[in-house]
């Protein structure tokens, strides 16, 4: 038996205003001429955060468009542009969801790395670590923070770059960066933290170090989404805290059924990452039946819109590609039902799981 070594985030600094120390953060990150990138989520456009990043000289602020999740060739043009305007950077401040934070890890990497960030799509396939890379998160839930992986959609597979280079040098989790999330997003990115917890803590993965982060970021998002009737600034500090011990729970287990049919969905129809675990998670009770009734108890408590019905139109080949891009993610299968997946979770079990969506 050989157990799990892994590299975890360098620094976090955690308090409501924490970003006002970002300055003095990355000063000693800073190299002589290089600019420092910001890299920020689009959303943020023209609102009072921009005024409060610490621009430096020929430092850059670039945002980062997420109208779709990341993809490789996003990443490869945004690390060429770089490439082509400074040559080298100091580094890449990554401030947004999950996707713009991903992008910021890959961009990292990809300006020490050569080719294309498709050719890195794996597991330990990344050679040169990236240049310094902090993520600051404006959505709680995906657990990208503390993450060893940065997902992204490539010509051929939909597949993070996992490496031990891929965890940011810093995290700043200033709660108040996420005070005016949409209802919705909030809740499907949310739900994508409480879907990990489910996922860890019913896995065959499960060891004391994830279940003791697993079961403190349910607790969490129980308080939050259960037990709390109207949203307030507790609620912000409580869910950012559930996302990095989320995300700290899987570090050391794996996701489960949610996670690899949302996959194949997003891989046909782009359904981005967040609501895709809902849509599933909703006929999920074989699997996680406490877990479907808490979950379906917090959408209506939550006053939230399921989508229901987005695979009736589809035909017998896209189903297929959903079941292969689905099938594909093994490690997930193994965690959720065992070494014997294969016998249980068959093409036709499967594709019946899929029409229901
Ligand atoms: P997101 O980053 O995709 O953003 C969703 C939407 O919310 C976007 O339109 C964005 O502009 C907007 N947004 C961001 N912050 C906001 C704010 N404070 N107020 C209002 N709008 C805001 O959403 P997400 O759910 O955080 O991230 C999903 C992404 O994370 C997917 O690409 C998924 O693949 C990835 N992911 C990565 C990991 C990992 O370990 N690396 C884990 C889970 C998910
Ligand atoms: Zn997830």
């Known amino acids: 038996m050989t157990f799990r070594n892994f590299k975890m985030v360098g620094y976090v600094v955690y308090g409501r205003g924490a970003f006002n120390q970002l300055d003095e953060i990355i000063t000693p990150h800073r190299e002589q001429k290089k600019p420092m990138v910001f890299l920020v989520d689009h959303f943020f456009e023209g609102s009072p955060l921009i005024n409060r ?15 779709y999740e990341p993809k490789t060739t996003y990443v490869d043009r945004l690390a060429q542009q770089l490439k082509d305007e400074f040559g080298k950077i100091s580094g890449v401040i990554g401030i947004g969801g999950g996707s713009t934070m991903d992008l910021a890890k890959a961009v990292s990497l990809m300006m020490n790395n050569p080719g294309s960030s498709a050719d890195y799509q794996g597991w330990d396939l990344v050679k040169n670590p990236g240049v310094y890379k902090a993520g600051i998160p404006t959505l709680s839930g995906t657990g990208a923070e503390v993450s060893r992986t940065t997902v992204l959609t490539g010509p051929t597979k939909k597949l993070g770059m996992n490496s031990d280079f891929t965890p940011f040098d810093q995290i700043v989790l200033d709660p108040e960066l996420t005070a005016n ?7 499907y990115t949310g739900m994508d933290c409480y879907i990990h917890c489910i996922e860890s803590l019913e896995g065959t993965f499960l060891n004391e ?53 949302s996959y194949g969905l997003s891989y046909l129809l782009g359904t981005r990452h967040g609501i895709g675990n809902c849509i599933v998670m909703n006929h999920l009770e074989e699997y996680y039946p406490d877990g479907v009734k808490e979950f379906k108890h917090m959408v209506e408590k939550n006053k939230i819109e399921i989508p229901a ?12 590609t959903m079941i292969n891009v ?13 070494k014997n997946w294969e016998k249980i979770m068959t093409r036709e079990k499967l594709r019946a799981l899929f029409e229901k969506l």
């Open 53 to 67: 990043i610490p621009v430096r000289e020929n430092d850059k602020i670039l945002f980062a468009d997420v109208s």
């Open 209 to 261: 170090f994830s279940k003791s982060y697993g079961e403190k970021a349910l607790q969490l998002c129980r308080d939050v989404f259960v037990n709390k009737n109207t949203w307030d600034a507790d609620c912000d500090d409580k869910l950012m805290m559930a996302s990095y011990a989320g995300g700290m729970s899987i570090a050391y287990s794996q996701v489960g059924v949610a996670h690899a049919v």
């Open 326 to 338: 689905s099938l594909g993610m093994k490690p997930l299968w193994e965690n959720a039902l065992g």
């Open 309 to 320: 019905g987005i695979c009736r139109v589809l035909t017998d080949e896209q189903f297929d």
């Open 181 to 187: 999330a949409p209802v919705n997003q909030r809740f």
